[in-house]
């Protein structure tokens, strides 16, 4: 948990813009579940302020400072408010060449007295109730940071850290100073009249260059800088952890695993008398919040406990990613992933566990264009994949329906456990590890798009995300290639408002559908196999080289994501007056290139055609398509409009985008941040072994994914 990362030198530029303060209590407001009072916004404007402007005059402008920051993940989860330090500086050591960090409380006291002399627990300040002394207060955050779940934790670093109160003398601040305050190497107290000191002690705890760095594996080790799913489940392959959950996702995954063992027999030495429970888990929570992480997570380790598991989604994108990229070669692992549809006959015995994921995309019943009818399930999906194990886990997430067919909800969950007899365990996820861990942004994509209900406002750069709006089509797609070919990950993906033309003739020609004045691209291919130029089958578009040249959607999309991502909005979804109009558009016959174009724009989705929903649930499906798509990367999005009074919306939403510590481009980025997508493993490569239940488990690679 943080509220901000930033340069001191873009947190001046951020504040001079009048936008670092309205973030930070947004940011507030979304962790506390309160607004900020006007104490800690006016806190915030004078002692940032002071601290950042002190590290410029310094010549130590590029210390990255993390504002309001929680240790680690777990300090959500303790009883009241979590601990937040006001500040903790990242930047290079200038001698000893290791990660440098200063823990900071910044006071605006004036004067300070000190009571209950014999501890010196508390200090007096005028007009104030007794207050803990801010020393004690930083020996509890090195406690958190150095400690065995702390981003400091076997590192080699420098770590210190000190009390500001810039409005104070050093006369007026004596009882903090004198000899018995308490002592450690976070015990110094700086006052406006030591700032000279101050200044100096800054030089020397901090190099000029490589706090980028610095404040990137700080990060990496705080969690909110993940690893892409497929690039940890490659890394993984062999070892019995995938990833390192944290927080409420350990929480989720060990409770699984322990009900796992009380209710199901053991695979090595099964009960006399068969014990009949079921149990049915329920996880809910947002885009990026760490479900598939969950769910692979407690995969791997039930399989490596000789258990029968299966992986089944509703996305044919997120299993054929991990079926054909991470499981190239490997049968048995690209058969243990599997869809909703493919229990129609419950498997006989049982499976000991069923993970489901994107449970929201389950539908009423399973069919299939390519069975007969007769082969069709005739009862609630839901009922046939409650019958298929004894141990069910359900990941689900009802703002990311997109389908009016995808009736995957709590309640129809909920009913369905019921039905079946079996114990239901609920959790809610909250934290976001998408968007760079960015809730910020993703509850401004919601805001925006209406999702929410909430009333947009200005995005406000966080450090952990980065938004901004092309002007073309041509500008779009060279930001993306630009960074894609530099060495990051990235993808164009559009709403559904073209026509879409399957492979043509023997070659498998890709017809360039999105077509945007003169600039014409092709969608990515439907097809199963490859198309001409090597355009890739769909289900590896996302991660294969050759899937830059063309245009995803939602449903090639989900579940996926990539470090860039340029989205272009259609004309499904526009401004007008001050609200957004939703349209359906109209096609007409090509005679000429013997395709269809655009007669009417709008959009060309046919699951949400005029016939199958009426105006407000289509109006829902594509806000809820544009959600998705818009919270597919995991450092910038690149926003782009068909229409001109939208883009001026967007624009006027996002604001000019100039601060350049706030731009990820591969080129800006520290070398600790550049990571290139894996090439898929080669054939037979990553068989897992199974191990015996007897002993602890083991932990694995350290790969802090979600």
């Given at each position: 948990?943080?509220?901000?990362?930033?340069?001191?030198?873009?947190?001046?530029?951020?504040?001079?813009?009048?936008?670092?303060?309205?973030?930070?209590?947004?940011?507030?407001?979304?962790?506390?579940?309160?607004?900020?009072?006007?104490?800690?916004?006016?806190?915030?404007?004078?002692?940032?302020?002071?601290?950042?402007?002190?590290?410029?005059?310094?010549?130590?402008?590029?210390?990255?400072?993390?504002?309001?920051?929680?240790?680690?993940?777990?300090?959500?989860?303790?009883?009241?408010?979590?601990?937040?330090?006001?500040?903790?500086?990242?930047?290079?050591?200038?001698?000893?060449?290791?990660?440098?960090?200063?823990?900071?409380?910044?006071?605006?006291?004036?004067?300070?007295?000190?009571?209950?002399?014999?501890?010196?627990?508390?200090?007096?300040?005028?007009?104030?109730?007794?207050?803990?002394?801010?020393?004690?207060?930083?020996?509890?955050?090195?406690?958190?940071?150095?400690?065995?779940?702390?981003?400091?934790?076997?590192?080699?670093?420098?770590?210190?850290?000190?009390?500001?109160?810039?409005?104070?003398?050093?006369?007026?601040?004596?009882?903090?100073?004198?000899?018995?305050?308490?002592?450690?190497?976070?015990?110094?107290?700086?006052?406006?009249?030591?700032?000279?000191?101050?200044?100096?002690?800054?030089?020397?705890?901090?190099?000029?260059?490589?706090?980028?760095?610095?404040?990137?594996?700080?990060?990496?080790?705080?969690?909110?800088?993940?690893?892409?799913?497929?690039?940890?489940?490659?890394?993984?392959?062999?070892?019995?952890?995938?990833?390192?959950?944290?927080?409420?996702?350990?929480?989720?995954?060990?409770?699984?695993?322990?009900?796992?063992?009380?209710?199901?027999?053991?695979?090595?030495?099964?009960?006399?008398?068969?014990?009949?429970?079921?149990?049915?888990?329920?996880?809910?929570?947002?885009?990026?919040?760490?479900?598939?992480?969950?769910?692979?997570?407690?995969?791997?380790?039930?399989?490596?406990?000789?258990?029968?598991?299966?992986?089944?989604?509703?996305?044919?994108?997120?299993?054929?990613?991990?079926?054909?990229?991470?499981?190239?070669?490997?049968?048995?692992?690209?058969?243990?992933?599997?869809?909703?549809?493919?229990?129609?006959?419950?498997?006989?015995?049982?499976?000991?566990?069923?993970?489901?994921?994107?449970?929201?995309?389950?539908?009423?019943?399973?069919?299939?264009?390519?069975?007969?009818?007769?082969?069709?399930?005739?009862?609630?999906?839901?009922?046939?994949?409650?019958?298929?194990?004894?141990?069910?886990?359900?990941?689900?997430?009802?703002?990311?329906?997109?389908?009016?067919?995808?009736?995957?909800?709590?309640?129809?969950?909920?009913?369905?456990?019921?039905?079946?007899?079996?114990?239901?365990?609920?959790?809610?996820?909250?934290?976001?590890?998408?968007?760079?861990?960015?809730?910020?942004?993703?509850?401004?994509?919601?805001?925006?798009?209406?999702?929410?209900?909430?009333?947009?406002?200005?995005?406000?750069?966080?450090?952990?995300?980065?938004?901004?709006?092309?002007?073309?089509?041509?500008?779009?797609?060279?930001?993306?290639?630009?960074?894609?070919?530099?060495?990051?990950?990235?993808?164009?993906?559009?709403?559904?408002?073209?026509?879409?033309?399957?492979?043509?003739?023997?070659?498998?020609?890709?017809?360039?559908?999105?077509?945007?004045?003169?600039?014409?691209?092709?969608?990515?291919?439907?097809?199963?196999?490859?198309?001409?130029?090597?355009?890739?089958?769909?289900?590896?578009?996302?991660?294969?080289?050759k899937g830059l040249g063309q245009i995803g959607c939602v449903y090639t999309a989900q579940g996926l994501e990539w470090d860039w991502c340029g989205v272009i909005m259609g004309d499904d979804m526009v401004r007008r007056d001050?609200?957004?109009?939703?349209?359906?558009?109209?096609?007409?016959?090509?005679?000429?290139?013997?395709?269809?174009?655009?007669?009417?724009?709008?959009?060309?989705?046919?699951?949400?055609?005029?016939?199958?929903?009426?105006?407000?649930?289509?109006?829902?499906?594509?806000?809820?398509?544009?959600?998705?798509?818009?919270?597919?990367?995991?450092?910038?999005?690149?926003?782009?409009?068909?229409?001109?009074?939208?883009?001026?919306?967007?624009?006027?939403?996002?604001?000019?985008?100039?601060?350049?510590?706030?731009?990820?481009?591969?080129?800006?980025?520290?070398?600790?941040?550049?990571?290139?997508?894996?090439?898929?493993?080669?054939?037979?490569?990553?068989?897992?072994?199974?191990?015996?239940?007897?002993?602890?488990?083991?932990?694995?690679?350290?790969?802090?994914?979600?």
């Open positions: 948990m943080l509220l901000l990362k930033l340069s001191a030198q873009d947190l001046l530029t951020l504040n001079a813009r009048h936008r670092m303060v309205p973030h930070l209590a947004a940011r507030w407001r979304h962790f506390r579940g309160a607004d900020a009072s006007v104490t800690e916004r006016s806190a915030w404007a004078a002692s940032l302020v002071c601290l950042a402007s002190d590290l410029v005059a310094a010549g130590r402008g590029n210390v990255e400072m993390v504002v309001e920051c929680a240790a680690t993940i777990d300090e959500t989860d303790q009883p009241g408010d979590p601990r937040l330090i006001d500040v903790v500086l990242v930047g290079r050591h200038p001698e000893e060449n290791v990660p440098s960090v200063e823990l900071v409380e910044l006071k605006r006291w004036s004067m300070v007295t000190r009571i209950e002399r014999a501890t010196a627990d508390l200090v007096s300040v005028p007009g104030m109730e007794p207050k803990k002394h801010p020393a004690l207060q930083l020996r509890e955050y090195y406690t958190a940071f150095t400690g065995p779940r702390g981003p400091l934790s076997g590192i080699d670093f420098e770590c210190g850290g000190f009390t500001y109160m810039h409005n104070a003398t050093e006369e007026s601040a004596r009882a903090l100073i004198d000899v018995d305050a308490p002592p450690g190497a976070y015990g110094r107290v700086y006052t406006g009249d030591r700032r000279e000191r101050l200044l100096h002690d800054l030089r020397g705890s901090f190099a000029e260059d490589g706090a980028a760095s610095a404040a990137e594996v700080m990060l990496q080790r705080m969690g909110l800088r993940n690893t892409p799913l497929l690039d940890a489940m490659i890394s993984s392959r062999g070892a019995d952890t995938v990833f390192t959950l944290r927080g409420r996702q350990k929480k989720v995954a060990d409770q699984v695993l322990e009900t796992a063992a009380k209710v199901l027999p053991d695979p090595w030495c099964p009960a006399l008398v068969p014990d009949e429970r079921r149990v049915v888990f329920l996880v809910t929570g947002g885009a990026g919040t760490g479900k598939s992480a969950i769910g692979l997570q407690i995969k791997a380790e039930l399989e490596g406990q000789g258990r029968t598991v299966r992986y089944a989604s509703g996305s044919r994108a997120f299993n054929g990613a991990l079926q054909e990229h991470v499981g190239y070669g490997d049968r048995r692992f690209r058969e243990s992933f599997t869809y909703f549809s493919n229990f129609v006959t419950p498997p006989d015995p049982p499976l000991d566990v069923l993970i489901c994921d994107e449970a929201h995309r389950l539908r009423d019943r399973s069919t299939n264009r390519f069975w007969k009818p007769e082969n069709w399930g005739t009862g609630p999906q839901v009922d046939e994949l409650l019958a298929a194990s004894r141990l069910t886990v359900f990941f689900l997430d009802e703002g990311q329906s997109v389908r009016p067919n995808e009736v995957g909800t709590v309640a129809l969950i909920e009913d369905a456990a019921e039905r079946h007899d079996a114990t239901l365990v609920r959790y809610r996820l909250r934290e976001q590890f998408r968007c760079g861990g960015s809730d910020a942004y993703v509850r401004w994509v919601r805001a925006v798009l209406g999702v929410s209900g909430d009333d947009p406002e200005p995005w406000r750069p966080d450090g952990l995300m980065h938004v901004e709006v092309a002007d073309t089509p041509e500008e779009l797609e060279r930001i993306i290639r630009t960074e894609a070919l530099a060495g990051a990950s990235a993808r164009m993906v559009a709403g559904y408002c073209w026509p879409w033309t399957k492979p043509i003739g023997k070659e498998r020609r890709l017809e360039p559908d999105v077509r945007i004045g003169d600039w014409h691209r092709p969608w990515n291919a439907d097809s199963g196999s490859f198309c001409a130029d090597g355009a890739p089958p769909s289900k590896i578009w996302s991660v294969h080289e001050g609200k957004w109009v939703f349209r359906r558009g109209k096609e007409r016959k090509d005679d000429v290139a013997k395709v269809k174009r655009v007669a009417q724009p709008g959009s060309f989705d046919p699951k949400v055609r005029a016939g199958s929903v009426d105006d407000e649930e289509f109006a829902r499906l594509i806000r809820h398509a544009y959600h998705v798509l818009m919270t597919r990367a995991s450092r910038a999005t690149v926003l782009y409009s068909t229409d001109e009074e939208t883009r001026a919306y967007l624009k006027e939403l996002v604001g000019r985008v100039e601060i350049h510590g706030l731009r990820p481009t591969w080129k800006n980025l520290p070398e600790e941040a550049r990571r290139a997508h894996l090439p898929r493993p080669s054939r037979g490569a990553g068989k897992r072994k199974k191990r015996k239940r007897k002993g602890k488990t083991s932990t694995g690679a350290d790969l802090r994914l979600f």
